[in-house]
């Protein structure tokens, strides 16, 4: 994710800007940039890769060869950022900050801006001239069309026109004691020192500096100077809110307050998601893929498509397989990536393969997708990594949007994989004419929908999921049962316990059971049961009935509304209900947050689980 850091004060903010990105540094990013104004002008650096190369190409660093002088210190105003890529690639021209035709403006972004194609279009046409080709860049033009000498005005007027979820700060070099900022749904924060004031994107990159903060919200501006911050909303009224202490130390602020990654990855999830989606489903009733690079004649000519993967992305793609042949009418084969690369697979020109790899990197998954390739398959990698060796050897890319995720446990990325399988398979509906126009738009209305249920749904069942953790957190055994959608979920819902709890945990497929697993069933043991509305409810709820016959105390996530599963099971967690194919993604939350609550309570480290790395590179 990426990460802001501004400062205006009366102290050389240079080093106090690099020092902020580093306390960003691990949200994971792939560039950085800083902007000094002094003297009227301002002076802007980027550089790829790591901190390293920002400090060297601003001669903080090294012999200072090659190094670009930025204006020297003391400049006592900047920005500066770290970028995660998400469109446009990892390039020097496409870190920010950036500037307008006049080089009078910085910006730095956060986020996404969903309708920047259009604003592009619009501002070139005005004759703007553009240097990358980030969505953010437009939003410098935008301000350079607003600004009649009121910054905040400016600012004000170019977020107007933004659509998406972002935040942003500004700095005109005609303005040299003034930050401008504003936030639409991504964090932005101001910390006020002793005649300086920083914003950032998040605490951790000016707590060392000062704790007192004034929490930015949706839809306000802020004016941000040496003695203080303003805020006003979109029409200029003044918005009044008290500063506060932050009583965090540095490592609970990383964490932005949450006790370990995983559960502030899990607190994620919407943003995830909502960066996952968002610009691809701007129109009301179109999916757009078009980075995608996979032709629409490619698309309607597929045969078939083989997913390969492993771990969670495997289970991100048996989601997928649904969405795919419900909607698009694809006939889909899934397998664990170790096991196709082994089994001299069937596989040609006429078929599309994609490897699910969040990280990019997962050996078996390159293996397999390699393997496709050199058969004449079109191979797609559907990765969270920009420039990973996935991104390399796949024909076709589709980047999930998740940030970095730093718990071994992948939770964001998972559902950030579900979301991306769920863009695919309507949007080969879409090129194959397998669903109607209105259909479409009623699913893109129900996914757009699903970052805010995903919010509403871990608040909402997190103390319940506590009170039975509490009461199984001690058990030698959990079963999972599911059917249809709610058999992926299941799995992925057993690997989160065995693998951050080391309690021992299986799925099963609910029809199964009475062909062996059954046997395993006492009162002791915690069946898990994912029960969400879908057409085969009827069939889950009687081998929900076969396993409370045996004892077992069954706990069921349900829809909503959905009173029947309260009947017949013991404990019920409720998701918001949504289309029925896209229930996994909420289905999931409750069993994420019950491995997390199993584990915490036994002490164990889950954010580092034993025996495990985040990224499998060896066979
Ligand atoms: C489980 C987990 C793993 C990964 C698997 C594949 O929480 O994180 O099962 O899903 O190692 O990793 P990627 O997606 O990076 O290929």
Not at 323 to 337: C, K, N, T
Not at 395 to 408: Q, S, Y
Request: net charge negative.
């Amino acid at each position: 994710m990426c990460g802001i850091v501004g400062y205006v004060g009366n102290r050389p903010c240079r080093d106090l800007l690099i020092a902020g990105l580093e306390k960003l540094e691990y949200r994971g990013y792939d560039s950085a940039g800083i902007s000094l104004l002094q003297d009227g002008r301002i002076d802007s650096v980027r550089a790829v890769g790591n901190l390293a190369n920002l400090r060297a190409a601003v001669g903080l660093e090294g012999d200072g060869d090659g190094a670009v002088a930025v204006a020297a210190p003391p400049a006592t105003i900047g920005l500066a950022h770290t970028r995660w890529a998400t469109h446009g690639g990892v390039t020097e021209e496409n870190a920010h900050p950036h500037g307008d035709c006049t080089d009078r403006i910085q910006i730095v972004l956060n986020g996404i801006v969903e309708n920047h194609a259009e604003l592009r279009r619009q501002l070139a046409a005005e004759g703007h001239g553009f240097t990358s080709e980030t969505d953010a860049e437009i939003v410098a033009h935008l301000i350079e069309r607003h600004e009649k000498g009121d910054l905040t005005d400016a600012v004000r007027s170019a977020f107007a026109e933004l659509r998406g979820h972002y935040a942003f700060a500004a700095m005109h070099s005609d303005h040299p004691g003034t930050l401008v900022a504003a936030r639409q749904e991504c964090p932005l924060i101001v910390g006020l020192g002793d005649g300086e004031t920083f914003i950032a994107s998040a605490i951790p990159a000016f707590l060392a500096q000062t704790r007192r903060v004034l929490l930015v919200d949706n839809g306000e501006i802020v004016t941000v100077r040496a003695s203080g911050a303003d805020l006003t909303d979109g029409n200029g009224a003044t918005v009044s809110r008290e500063s506060e202490e932050v009583t965090w130390d540095e490592d609970a602020a990383e964490k932005a307050g949450f006790p370990t990654f995983m559960l502030k990855e899990i607190h994620e999830q919407p943003g995830a998601v909502a960066e996952t989606i968002t610009d691809r489903l701007a129109a009301t009733d179109h999916v757009d893929l078009s980075g995608l690079e996979l032709s629409d004649e490619l698309a309607a000519g597929i045969r078939r498509i083989v997913i390969v993967a492993c771990g969670t992305s495997y289970h991100a793609g048996l989601v997928g397989r649904y969405a795919i042949e419900q909607w698009g009418r694809v006939p889909v084969e899934i397998d664990i990536a170790s096991e196709y690369r082994y089994r001299d697979p069937v596989v040609g020109p006429d078929d599309l393969v994609i490897g699910i790899t969040q990280s990019g990197e997962t050996a078996d998954t390159l293996a397999a997708m390699r393997l496709a390739r050199q058969r004449g398959a079109t191979v797609m990698a559907l990765t969270n990594i920009m420039g990973s060796q996935a991104t390399r050897d796949a024909d076709v890319i589709l980047f999930t949007r998740a940030g970095l995720e730093i718990g071994v446990a992948a939770t964001k990325t998972f559902t950030a994989q579900v979301a991306a399988m769920y863009l695919l398979g309507l949007w080969l509906a879409q090129v194959r004419g397998t669903l109607g126009r209105e259909d479409i738009a009623a699913l893109i209305t129900e996914l757009k929908g699903i970052p805010s249920k995903i919010a509403t749904a871990i608040e909402s069942v997190d103390e319940r999921v506590r009170a039975i953790a509490r009461s199984h957190h001690e058990g030698r055994f959990f079963l999972y049962l599911g059917r249809n959608i709610g058999l992926p979920v299941c799995l992925e819902g057993a690997l989160k316990m065995k693998e951050i709890s080391y309690i021992p945990s299986d799925a099963y497929a609910a029809g199964e059971m009475k062909h062996g697993p059954i046997a395993l069933l006492d009162e002791s043991t915690p069946v898990v049961c994912v029960a969400t509305e879908s057409p085969v409810l009827d069939k889950v709820l009687s081998n929900v009935a076969e396993a409370r016959a045996r004892g077992a105390d069954v706990i069921a996530v349900a829809t909503e509304g959905s009173e029947r599963v309260a009947e017949v099971a013991d404990q019920t967690l409720y998701v918001p209900p949504t289309d029925w194919i896209l229930q996994p993604i909420l289905a999931i939350l409750p069993l994420q947050l019950l491995a997390y609550h199993v584990a915490r309570l036994q002490g164990l480290n889950v954010d580092q689980p034993r025996n495990l790395a985040k990224t499998v590179t060896v066979e």
